[in-house]
């Protein structure tokens, strides 16, 4: 039995969980007016926070790697490749 519906909601778009907003979001769709939830894009963004964040990233992911063992990151790399073999197309 699935945990969840499969039906997919869109990014930025979660369903209220109130009967009222349900209904005004039901009619907002339906009429036309609701509004447009779209991706921030990279003029909303500051260029200073995005290259901060992305330094971050660049970063942990060499130092993780140095403090793991030869052992550690075998069997990190076993675990993804079942992982991936795992999942149905």
């Known amino acids: 039995m699935p945990k969840r519906s499969s039906k997919k909601v869109p990014a930025g778009k979660k369903r209220p969980t109130d009967a009222n ?19 921030p894009t990279d003029d909303d963004k500051n260029p200073a926070a995005v290259a901060l ?4 990233g660049k970063k942990g992911g060499l130092a993780r790697a140095k403090k793991l063992t030869q052992e550690q990151r075998s069997e990190i790399a076993r675990r993804a490749a079942r992982c991936r073999w795992k999942k149905d197309p």
């Open 53 to 56: 964040g992305r330094l971050g």
């Open 21 to 39: 907003q349900l209904a005004k979001a039901i009619l907002d769709e339906a009429t036309g007016e609701a509004e447009k939830n779209e991706p």
